[in-house]
């Protein structure tokens, strides 16, 4: 069974595709092959959604509409109790429409330059809808929150995104110190997905209601 990832960001593609290898191999006995939206000459749809699950749904359905295939979208970001919530779901472009994640992580540094270290709490959180089909009425919610940190200057090579500022207690590490298993282990993503999994096996098996 294929199944699309409504994605073009590749450290999301490599984190989903590592899960779903080592959790998900084989659901109601079906093989599961992961394919990317980038393999199918699918590009990115614009996210005007006013939430992350606005948002991982648009993608989805759009994957799913574009491809005629069953399709997978995550939508994820990094909230910071400081800055009221921000970046939220506006992290992957928080500096700008053609920001990278420096230049995203410099910005959230300067703006948190004065709040001291008991106020730099933030948690990442992580959407994941499946989408049987692109009309599909009864699409999979399943979400993931990853408390921690802000550190003042980024630690550690691994990841992506905000990894390198996002410090996790219970690790004494970033989340960019981690090892990809060790991350996917604790993860928002991960936890979202390991619940996508518990809920799939039954989707599969559910006959998909009639389009009137």
């Known amino acids: 069974m294929k199944i699309i990832l409504a994605s073009n960001n590749p450290g999301k593609v490599q ?23 980038k393999e199918v000459g699918i590009g990115d749809i614009e ?5 992350f699950v606005e948002n991982a749904i648009l993608k989805a359905r759009h994957a799913a509409h574009l491809s005629g295939l069953p399709a997978i979208a995550d939508d994820s970001g990094l ?7 921000a970046p ?4 992957a472009r928080y500096a700008g429409p053609k920001a990278d994640a420096r230049d995203n992580i410099q910005k959230l540094l300067a703006e948190l ?11 990442f959180y992580c959407v994941l809808i499946y989408l049987l089909h692109a009309s599909d009425p009864t699409p999979l919610i399943c979400q993931g929150i990853w408390q921690g940190t802000i550190l003042h200057e980024p630690r550690g090579t691994q990841g992506f995104g905000y990894d390198p500022i996002f410090y996790v207690p219970t690790e004494k590490k ?3 110190e981690l090892p990809l298993d060790r991350k996917n282990s604790l993860s928002h993503r991960g ?3 390991r619940s996508l999994i518990q809920q799939l096996s039954g989707k599969l098996c559910t006959p ?3 389009i009137n």
Not at 21 to 33: C, D, E, F, G, P
Not at 88 to 91: C, K, P, R, V
């Open 15 to 37: 984190e989903l595709k590592a899960l779903l290898a080592t959790r998900a191999s084989k659901l109601n006995n079906q093989s599961i092959h992961l394919v990317t939206q």
């Open 208 to 210: 998909s209601p009639s």
């Open 113 to 123: 330059k004065t709040v001291s270290d008991n106020e730099r709490q933030a948690y």
């Open 79 to 85: 909230v910071v109790a400081a800055l009221h919530g």
């Open 47 to 51: 996210e005007t959604g006013h939430t």
């Open 174 to 176: 970033s989340a960019a």
């Open 191 to 193: 936890q979202a997905l």
């Open 88 to 91: 939220g779901i506006y992290s």
